[in-house]
């Protein structure tokens, strides 16, 4: 299982970002997937998740600003930010869940991840 992320950068308050996840060693379209941000000092938090069927879950600190997708044909995993605040700022990890049909969104409910995306947003 390789999970790589990719699309970080340092941008503005109010800014858009698009992260990727380039997932391969499965079988993506059996797979739940999803993205947790972690900050220096504090416990890795859950942003989003997304089903084989395409319904998601948000953290309510991103509801409305941040879209989670994937591409099941090209085994990639996307993080559409909008509004971009200070406090987004953080390492941003791809994770998957293998072999499920639906998963929550805590760190528990997945098994894989990523090596990480930085993100920092300036005032």
């Known amino acids: 299982v390789q999970l790589v992320e990719s699309g970080g950068a340092s941008v503005e308050a109010g800014g858009s970002l698009r992260l990727s996840c380039a997932a391969s060693?499965?079988?993506?379209?059996?797979?739940?997937m999803g993205w947790f941000r972690q900050t220096p000092g504090k416990v890795r938090e859950p942003v989003a998740s997304?089903?084989?069927?395409?319904?998601?879950l948000y953290a309510d600190s991103v509801k409305g600003r941040f879209t989670i997708s994937r591409d099941n044909a090209n085994n990639m995993l996307y993080l559409q930010m909008n509004s971009l605040k200070p406090e987004d700022s953080a390492m941003y990890y791809c994770?998957?869940?293998?072999?499920?049909?639906?998963?929550?969104?805590?760190?528990?409910?997945?098994?894989?991840w990523g090596r990480g995306t930085q993100v920092n947003v300036s005032t």
């Open positions: 994770a998957a869940e293998l072999d499920v049909s639906w998963v929550g969104l805590t760190r528990a409910d997945f098994g894989w």
């Open positions: 997304i089903n084989t069927d395409s319904t998601t």
């Open positions: 060693g499965f079988n993506y379209n059996t797979s739940c």
